[in-house]
């Protein structure tokens, strides 16, 4: 079946300019999860969702960083004002069950703020 | 606080020897530990978690909750075990965190 999506997969924003990024987490699945990538770094948590909740949004970097799942499905993540430091790849994971279940994990959008 | 350490950023070796990818971890719980791995334009997928016990592609894994260690091992590296290696660990399953990677390259 299909695997969990993510579009745009390249965005160019200018400094300022707000972006919405989508994942489309595979069919079914209660939880999920958005990471940021820098270069040369490993994924770092940003939110977490279970179905339309936002469980934990300890990682967001600052309030102009905004993520929602409303009909517990698909998720947007929201950047507002768009920063340099906020280039990177911007990954979404999900799972079936909260648990002990396999993160099945997005192509990511590859984000380049000039 | 860095919760996960990969000391190695490149770690070379040649077909057939051992290979042995470091991860160290600062947790006072009972974490589970995770391994991922990320093959050349393919995404981020699991490759063991060591609540499974399991050898995956020939890769094993020992918590070391003494030296709060989490090595990934393999006893004969193949070319195509070429990647790029993420240590994670969770405490709740709501939150994961990542090492921040070891490129492994497989020499012919």
């Known amino acids: 079946g299909a695997g969990v999506s993510q579009s745009p997969r390249y965005k160019v924003a200018k400094r300022g300019q707000d972006v919405a990024l989508r994942c489309d987490p595979i069919s079914g699945h209660v939880s999920l999860f958005w990471y940021q990538q820098a270069l040369g770094q490993g994924p770092e948590f940003l939110t977490y969702?279970?179905?339309?909740?936002?469980?934990?949004k300890s990682g967001l970097p600052s309030d102009r960083f905004f993520a929602e799942r409303p009909e517990g499905s698909v998720s947007t993540l929201k950047i507002q004002r768009t920063q340099q430091e906020d280039s990177a790849v911007y990954l979404c994971?999900?799972?079936?069950?909260?648990?002990?279940?396999?993160?099945?994990f997005g192509p990511g959008t590859r984000l380049l703020v000039l | 606080a860095q919760r996960v350490t990969q000391p190695e950023k490149l770690l070379s070796v040649f077909k057939g020897a051992p290979v042995e990818l470091k991860c160290n971890y600062s947790?006072?719980?009972?974490?589970?530990l995770f391994w991922y791995v990320q093959y050349s334009r393919q995404r981020l997928q699991l490759l063991l978690r060591?609540?499974s016990r399991e050898s995956i592609k020939g890769f094993t894994a020992d918590l070391n909750k003494g030296e709060t260690s989490f090595h990934l091992k393999k006893p004969f590296a193949q070319e195509e075990d070429s990647a790029m290696y993420y240590c994670?660990?969770?405490?709740?399953?709501?939150?994961?965190?990542f090492g921040s990677g070891t490129k492994l390259n497989v020499k012919p």
């Open positions: 947790y006072s719980g009972s974490p589970e």
């Open positions: 994670a660990l969770s405490y709740n399953f709501n939150k994961f965190y």
């Open positions: 060591h609540i």
């Open positions: 969702f279970q179905n339309e909740a936002q469980l934990d």
């Open positions: 994971a999900s799972s079936l069950v909260p648990g002990r279940e396999t993160q099945y």
